[in-house]
Structures are given as structure tokens and as C-alpha cells.
């Protein structure tokens, strides 16, 4: 007796063969075109999800946004090898509310005299001392924002030669205008072939506002040539009556000058001279300072009073600049109006100890 599987196999209707074309070339040339076609349409959907990614990442991780495409944003540009104790530095600030963006290029031997209590260091020179002492960049910025007056926000590493060097003069690769640099380093930035602080979305922002602008909108300015700094020997020392103007009518804020709020410095750190060299550098990035004067009693910590509350930080430019100048948190800021009207002012600084060390050192 056969069994049921037995029944089965004798009943079902045979497998069908499957078609297989005639080899002929045309139909082998059509397998490999589709084949071609299948693994190209992966890779292109591969590369897509990959770009996106990238792009959502850098936005995620981009970090906080510095500029409000209205104000003057200023960041500094160091050039050179990344391995070299000796980097040249520029300026590169915009005003998107004018419309135009400048370019400052500081001399190799310029003196800054730096903060911390390091001395006088060649500009060059001011990233490698960073990197020696293990420091954040702030001692770069903070440097410069002190001793020349501008208020720098982030920074941009690149190993282009320095716009404007007679090295880029001789190069083909680098015989571009200033805008056309400055559009080049913007674009690195943006695939991180060049290291930024710069949040993400400032640095698409900054790009394509240096896109929009024409050539006479962009001014090339050097410390030497516009007779911002003194020769002296080897080295060039800063001028203030001749630098600060221009800084002032270039590199100030003008939102600081809209609000115009009357700010009093106030030496409490028993420093010589450290109220009048924050003051000129508050003056020169915008502020009105309206008086500086040295206080009977020592304080250990810096503190900002304002007099009312649209003055308050994150409120008022003024106030988060003078903030991140002396590098204070917010929370160094208080409300009291009548310690501001004792010195006619809307705004005080009151500089302690803690401020006169990180800026001169012990």
C-alpha cells in the first residue's frame, strides 16, 4: 500500500523550467547595463544618506551660534603650518547690517602684550605660546581683544598662505582677490578642512554673506601700511592715536553704539593703569565709556552692576560684551540702580583681583 507522500508525488503536475534566454551579445550587454545600473542607483543612495547625515551631525554639534547676521562679528584667521610655533594672523570682520566685511593682517613682529602675565609676545608667536603652556585660545583672543580693542569671537585654523604675503603673490595657486580667499577658507570650514570654533550654522551663514558681497565691499587693510604701528628695530609696537580711531570706525559694534549706554570702569584691584587700558578697549569695540577712576577698597572679584533690567545680560550687547571681554560669567551681573547712579553711569565695572590676574598675571 502506497502512502499518502507516495500519492503525491505521483499526482502533482511536473516543475515547470524556468526560461532561460538564448547567450547572445545583446542580451549579455543588456545584464551587465542593468547590473551597472543597480549598483550605481545603490551607490548614489548611499552617498545621499551619507550627505545628510554629515549635514544633520554638523548641525547638532555645531555648537552656539555667535552671530545674529546683524551685529559686527569678528573672528581671527591663523595661517600657516599646524605643526609651525610661528603662525601669521588676520582679522576677518563683518558688519551684516552695512553690507561689508573687512580684513585686518598684523605684522609678524607686532608686540602684544599678552594677558596672563606672559609679557610681550610677537603676534606670530601668540598660538604657539598657547599650545606650550597647554592654554586655551582664549589667551590669544583675550590678548588681542585687550591690546588692540576688537572684540574676536571665534577663530579659523588654515594652512593657506597668508592673504596677501609675498609668497601668495608669487603663487599661482594663491594669486586670488581677498573675497575670493576669504569665500576659500569659508569653504573649508564648512567640510572641515579647516579647524573653526565657529558654530556650524555661522559658518554656512558667514559663506554665503561673503558670497553676496562685491569686491569694492571688502576692504584689505595692514597694520603697516595704514600707519597703525611704530617701527621700532626689529618689531612694530601698536599706536593708539593712530590705530584706535581706525579700529573704532571699522571693528565697533554698532549695535553697542545704538544702545549707547553710559559705562564707568572701576579699578578695584589696586592695578596701575588697568582701568584705562579696559576702558579704551571697551571704547574701541563700541561702548561709551563715560568715566574710569580707582576705588578706596580692594575687591577679590570683578562684578558688573546695571540700572535696569532691560540691561541685563543676554538683554543688553553692551552688557554681554563687557562680559566677555573680562572673561566674567553672567551671573558676576546684578541689578541695583542706585550704586549706578552714584556713578552717572547705566553700566559699572568694577574690576577686582580675579580680573587683574587673568589679565596681567601675578
Known amino acids: 500500500?502506497?502512502?499518502?507522500?507516495?500519492?503525491?508525488?505521483?499526482?502533482?503536475?511536473?516543475?515547470?523550467?524556468?526560461?532561460?534566454?538564448?547567450?547572445?551579445?545583446?542580451?549579455?550587454?543588456?545584464?551587465?547595463?542593468?547590473?551597472?545600473?543597480?549598483?550605481?542607483t545603490k551607490f548614489l543612495a548611499a552617498l545621499g544618506l551619507m550627505i545628510i547625515s554629515v549635514i544633520i551631525s554638523a548641525f547638532m554639534v555645531g555648537g552656539t551660534s555667535s552671530w545674529n547676521k546683524k551685529s559686527q562679528y569678528t573672528v581671527l584667521i591663523v595661517f600657516g603650518d599646524a605643526k609651525?610655533?610661528?603662525?601669521?594672523?588676520?582679522?576677518?570682520?563683518i558688519n551684516g547690517e552695512g553690507k561689508t566685511a573687512i580684513t585686518l593682517r598684523l605684522p609678524s613682529s607686532f608686540m602684544v602684550e599678552t594677558t596672563h602675565g606672559y609679557g610681550q609676545y610677537k603676534s606670530e608667536s601668540l598660538t604657539g605660546l598657547a599650545e606650550l603652556e597647554k592654554l586655551p585660545y582664549s589667551l590669544v583672543t583675550q590678548s588681542l581683544a585687550m591690546h588692540v580693542?576688537?572684540?574676536?569671537?571665534?577663530?579659523?585654523?588654515?594652512n593657506n598662505v597668508p592673504m596677501g604675503s609675498n609668497e601668495a603673490k608669487t603663487s599661482k595657486d594663491q594669486q586670488k582677490?581677498?573675497?575670493?580667499?576669504?569665500?576659500?577658507?569659508?569653504?573649508q570650514t564648512l567640510f572641515f578642512r579647516a579647524r573653526s570654533t565657529m558654530a556650524y550654522g555661522d559658518r554656512y551663514a558667514v559663506w554665503k554673506f561673503l558670497g553676496m558681497l562685491r569686491k569694492d565691499e571688502v576692504t584689505d587693510l595692514d597694520m603697516i601700511s595704514s600707519s597703525m604701528v611704530q617701527h621700532a628695530g626689529e618689531r612694530y609696537t601698536l599706536d593708539p592715536i593712530r590705530s584706535d580711531p581706525v579700529i573704532f570706525q571699522l571693528f565697533s559694534d554698532r549695535a553697542l553704539r545704538k544702545e549707547n549706554l553710559a559705562v564707568a570702569v572701576v579699578n578695584a584691584a589696586q592695578e596701575p593703569r588697568l582701568g584705562t587700558a579696559v576702558a579704551r578697549?571697551?571704547?574701541?569695540?563700541?561702548?561709551?565709556?563715560?568715566?574710569v577712576s580707582t576705588a578706596n577698597d580692594v575687591q577679590e572679584t570683578t562684578k558688573l552692576i546695571y540700572a535696569q533690567k532691560q540691561h541685563a545680560p543676554k538683554k543688553s550687547a553692551t552688557t554681554d560684551l563687557l562680559l566677555r571681554t573680562l572673561g566674567i560669567p553672567a551671573r558676576s551681573a546684578t541689578l541695583n540702580e542706585q550704586q549706578t547712579l552714584e556713578y552717572r553711569a547705566d553700566i559699572v565695572v568694577v574690576i577686582g583681583r580675579d580680573a587683574a590676574r587673568a589679565l596681567r598675571g601675578e
Do not use: C, Y
Not at 515547470?16 to 549579455?28: E, L, T
Not at 580693542?149 to 588654515?158: A, E, F, L, P, Q
Not at 582677490?177 to 569653504?187: A, D, K, N, P
Open 1 to 40: 500500500m502506497h502512502s499518502f507522500v507516495d500519492f503525491v508525488r505521483r499526482t502533482r503536475p511536473p516543475a515547470r523550467r524556468r526560461f532561460h534566454p538564448p547567450a547572445s551579445p545583446f542580451n549579455k550587454a543588456l545584464v551587465r547595463s542593468l547590473t551597472r545600473t543597480a549598483t550605481s
Open 84 to 93: 609651525s610655533v610661528s603662525r601669521p594672523l588676520a582679522l576677518l570682520s
Open 149 to 158: 580693542g576688537v572684540d574676536i569671537r571665534d577663530v579659523i585654523w588654515v
Open 177 to 187: 582677490t581677498t573675497l575670493e580667499s576669504l569665500r576659500g577658507i569659508l569653504f
Open 281 to 291: 578697549a571697551f571704547a574701541n569695540m563700541g561702548a561709551n565709556v563715560t568715566s
